[in-house]
């Protein structure tokens, strides 16, 4: 038997743990198929464009065809066909085609950082809707609980002022405060209907079905190294870094090679021995523009990757500054449990000797319903920090890589 009170503990802790395990694989697909599909078509577009753009140094092959009728001669029409293949690309541009490459790439990482956080927080949209949907309905057992209490204090109140003990105006407070709870229970009703609402938008489950992942104290370097945001913004660094590299090359010299292919018709006014119908033309040019705007447009560009390098340094103290926020309201909250279970103990001590002095004949079984009320409202409210605390939690693991 001894060892079986040993097992016991880890048997609870491995179910929980299972829980765990269970919840967090249910949230990791909580979207609705069609939520999940919009994100699908935004990485393949991001793909495909980026793709598009890191290629975009390669010029196309011009293909043409051409068909001419000429009445020069009287009473005769010559016709002459042609059709030409032709390719003008450039090889060198002072390492603009190199540095457009890795200007492509960048952004394509960019981009994709900026839909995984779009994602993310959507997932955290709704997982906090499933968070707010249980801490309303706490809320309402507390409420509710709370208009029991109303009630008996309005009728020990009216006996009272029947007795001639008060005055009315403590009745019609009494009588006025379980009004307002009352309303406030039919308003928590509409909150309810409208978080059913807005999780429907997100996702297609039922959120009575779903359960809730039980979400721990991340550490601040993997809150700062796993983080989204920081992520997408050093690659807008490097995305303007290339783009002021590829600025600047746009004014060198630029090196780029011809090719034509030819076959056409012979025209027979210029037909003579040794005139090839079928040809190859090539050749190559140096070209490099004098531009007035030159320095202001390179300048401009090291700009702007200067006000990304410095973003950069802001989105560091952003996220410090954010960790130690989070961390300074669940010290808060912390200590809202700690006194709510000094509460409950305390109510625990008062409900037993209430009911015993009622058992006695010394108290009525209104005081001993208060006492009940009261104590399951402090552990209602316990119940309602906690959920407190995994919603501030949720606010880190929405910006962090694979936490949610």
């Given amino acids: 038997m001894k060892g079986l009170n040993v097992l016991k503990p880890l048997l609870v802790l491995c179910s929980l743990l299972l829980t765990s395990v269970v919840s967090a694989d249910e949230l990791s ?3 609705s198929d069609n939520k999940n599909l919009l994100f699908g078509y935004e990485f393949q577009i991001n793909t495909a464009k980026s793709n598009t753009l890191e290629n975009s140094w390669i010029e196309p092959i011009r293909l043409q065809y051409r068909r001419s009728f000429s009445k020069q001669f009287i009473d005769q029409t010559i016709t002459a066909g042609s059709f030409t293949v032709g390719i003008d690309q450039p ?23 900026d839909i995984k956080i ?49 005055d009315s105006s403590f009745l019609d407070q009494s009588i006025l405060k379980m009004n307002q709870d009352e309303t406030k229970l039919l308003e928590m009703e509409m909150s309810l209907i409208s978080l059913d609402k807005n999780f429907a938008l997100l996702s297609d489950k039922n959120p009575q079905e779903l359960k809730l992942p039980i979400l721990k104290l991340i550490s601040a370097e ?7 945001e920081l992520a997408r913004d050093k690659l807008r660094v490097k995305e303007k870094k290339y783009n002021s590299k590829i600025t600047w090359a746009k004014y ?39 531009n ?22 802001e989105r560091k103290n952003t996220i410090d500054k954010e960790y130690k926020h989070v961390k300074s309201k669940l010290r808060i909250i912390d200590k809202k449990i700690a006194l709510a279970r000094k509460d409950e103990a305390l109510y625990k ?20 319903a208060l006492m009940r009320n009261s104590l399951e409202v402090r552990k209602l409210d316990k119940k309602i920090y906690v959920i407190d605390k995994q919603i501030e939690l949720l606010g880190l693991y929405t910006k962090v890589e694979n936490a949610i």
Avoid: C, W
Wanted: hydrophobic letters at 35%; charged letters at 30%.
């Fill in 252 to 290: 060198m010299p630029t090196v780029s090679v011809q090719v034509r292919y030819t076959d056409e018709d012979i025209n027979p006014l210029f037909a003579r021995p040794g005139l090839e119908e079928q040809y190859f033309t090539y050749g190559f040019t140096i070209s490099m523009p004098i």
């Fill in 222 to 228: 993997r809150y700062r190294g796993d983080n989204l």
């Fill in 292 to 313: 007035i705007n030159m320095f202001s447009d390179i300048e401009a560009t090291k700009v702007e990757h200067l006000k990304a390098q410095t973003e950069v340094i």
């Fill in 118 to 166: 779009k994602r993310k927080e959507t997932i955290g949209n709704a997982v906090k809707i499933l968070f707010d949907i249980k801490k309303t309905k706490l809320e309402k057992k507390k409420l509710k609980l709370l208009i029991k209490n109303d009630a008996i204090d309005i009728r020990l109140k009216r006996e009272s002022y029947e007795a001639g003990l008060i």
């Fill in 29 to 31: 697909d909580i979207l």
């Fill in 349 to 368: 001590r008062l409900y037993r000797t209430t009911k015993n002095l009622a058992d006695a004949g010394e108290k009525t079984s209104y005081d001993t």
């Fill in 91 to 113: 090889i060198f541009r002072s390492g603009g085609i190199y540095y457009a490459i890795k200007y492509a790439q960048a952004i394509r990482g960019a981009n994709a950082s």
